[in-house]
């Protein structure tokens, strides 16, 4: 009898212990290549994640030009909700192929992102300009089709802001040898890159004149630092709240949220380094890239930045969090774009971004996600002891 008790207490605790629910939401970021990872593969992907606690997935599934877009969006939408979880829609914004050409953004130099010899550090960076009304019009209505898909519960915005005019400081090295241009002055001054300093186009020169009675084409020509008129740094930040503006208005029509991956601070980093001042937009939920080694940062840095991120709004913050993949080799990675956090930094950054007031976190990506980060992941979670 005693045997038998012992044998069903064990069976209990075990259920017990198996029903754990997280004590933090989590989020991830995936982009699902179809011609790579069939239906089946994908559901198994969102299966093991759930396992780990991660409650919604971010799915990029590629951009408006591409004609399969949206139907790969319904079915990925359909699985992640087959299995359980919430899904975000997760679209770029402002890199657009096969626009008119006069809908991408002019760079200081009067070079259009439109040619491919002329793009700010990549050639994916086909920016269309967020002060263009035909821009505004074609993405609104491109992201309220999205919305439309009954299993969408949130558009994502990504890549809603210019290019970089200044990069984050762990990639200036990498970049410094493709470029001529150095970040910081003897003064110790952190300088706009000029090739990556939009937009100067005919429309957002008349504009900022109009608005400012500030010509800024003229200015830059008498030798005047356009770094230094905040007026115009501040003109591209409403450019790109107005933008959001409309793409929300789309999406809420029709019923749905929107959530948007923005970058560190808004204050600190992402209004003078990609002009968004993303605590002025009327979106459902924010999700920092809070990639510490970008900013030559440790783990802790990130419970630091999210407190910025949710003094600065009222709506949740996601702690997004990059991942090292091959972690045990990390002091050999020069390019912080293949780093991210160790194992052992896992609960440190877990625990940091939620002290802070996050509503929860984001991993970029699973797929870096070893055995190890598991581990410390599901710790973090509460999921193990």
């Not at 999406?251 to 980093?269: C, E, N």
């Not at 990639?291 to 913050?317: H, L, Q, R």
């Amino acid at each position: 009898m005693k045997k038998v008790l012992f044998i069903v207490a064990t069976l209990i605790a075990f259920a017990s212990c198996t029903e754990r629910k997280a004590s933090i939401p989590a989020y991830a970021w995936y982009g699902w290549d179809k011609a790579r990872m069939s239906a089946d593969s994908l559901r198994q992907c969102f299966e093991t994640w759930k396992s780990h606690g991660i409650v919604g997935v971010c799915i990029e599934n590629g951009n408006f030009d591409n004609p399969g877009t949206i139907d790969q969006i319904r079915e990925s939408a359909k699985i992640a909700h087959e299995v359980g979880l919430e899904f975000h829609a997760w679209i770029p914004t402002s890199l657009q192929r096969g626009c008119d050409s006069t809908w991408y953004t002019v760079n200081r130099y009067g070079k259009s992102a439109y040619t491919p010899e002329d793009r700010a550090y990549v050639d994916y960076y086909t920016t269309v300009d967020p002060h263009n009304p035909e821009v505004m019009e074609y993405l609104a209505s491109k992201y309220a089709e999205v919305a439309e898909i009954p299993e969408v519960d949130y558009i994502q915005l990504d890549y809603v802001r210019y290019a970089d005019v200044i990069l984050s400081e762990g990639l200036w090295e990498k970049y410094e040898g493709r470029i001529d241009h150095t970040w910081r002055t003897e003064d110790g001054k952190v300088r706009e890159y000029p090739a990556a300093d939009y937009c100067y186009c005919y429309a957002c020169v008349a504009d900022f004149k109009e608005k400012t009675g500030i010509d800024i084409r003229e200015a830059v020509a008498a030798g005047q630092d356009p770094q230094e008129i905040a007026e115009w740094a501040q003109f591209r930040c409403d450019n790109v709240t107005a933008l959001v503006k409309a793409i929300a208005d789309a999406v809420h029509a029709k019923g749905k949220k929107i959530s948007a991956d923005v970058f560190p601070g808004p204050a600190s980093h992402a209004e003078w380094m990609v002009r968004q001042q993303w605590d002025k937009w009327d979106v459902d939920a924010f999700f920092p890239m809070n990639y510490n080694d970008f900013y030559m940062e440790p783990a802790s840095w990130v419970g630091t930045i999210t407190a910025e991120e949710t003094a600065s709004t009222d709506k949740p913050v996601y702690s997004g969090l990059f991942i090292c993949r091959d972690w045990q080799h990390k002091a050999d990675i020069v390019d912080p774009e293949n780093s991210g956090l160790l194992p052992s930094e896992i609960g440190e950054a877990v625990k940091g971004a939620m002290k802070a007031g996050a509503a929860g976190i984001c991993l970029f990506t699973p797929g870096s996600m070893t055995d190890e980060h598991w581990a410390e992941f599901d710790k973090a979670l509460g999921l193990t002891d």
